[in-house]
């Protein structure tokens, strides 16, 4: 059974930068699509971005030009740098996993999580 990790999560003040890692282990495949949601106090679970097996990228309109989502699958390992980070950015940060080639945006079609990452970004 595949297992999610995230790593990298923190306190930041605004405008600052932040690289959150998910490490998968178990029976993985690269065909795998991945993404990142967040989630907020007292909101849902939101998009982020997300990468397919073929590097493909998918962002969410908030973070388009600030986030950056890559891949390693030598490592099993997928990142997201955060750079501008605002007091709007502050949520729990999950990775997550779709068994499908083609990126998906909504938390219904993913089927693998993690227990997820504190961010903080203080103004």
């Known amino acids: 059974q595949v297992q999610l990790v995230e790593s990298g999560g923190g306190l930041v003040q605004a405008g600052g930068s932040l690289r959150l890692t998910c490490a998968a282990s178990g029976r993985t495949s690269s065909s795998y699509t991945m993404g990142w949601f967040r989630q907020a106090p007292g909101k849902g679970r939101e998009f982020v971005a997300a990468?397919?097996?073929?590097?493909?990228?998918h962002y969410a309109d908030s973070v388009k030009g600030r986030f950056t989502i890559s891949g390693d699958s030598a490592k099993n390992m997928m990142h997201l740098q955060m750079n501008s980070l605002s007091p709007e950015d502050t949520a729990v940060y999950y990775c997550?996993?779709?068994?499908?080639?083609?990126?998906?945006?909504?938390?219904?079609?993913?089927?693998?999580w993690g227990q997820g990452t504190q961010v903080t970004v203080s103004s």
């Open positions: 997550a996993a779709r068994v499908k080639w083609d990126i998906a945006t909504t938390v219904s079609e993913y089927d693998l």
């Open positions: 990468i397919s097996w073929n590097r493909m990228t």
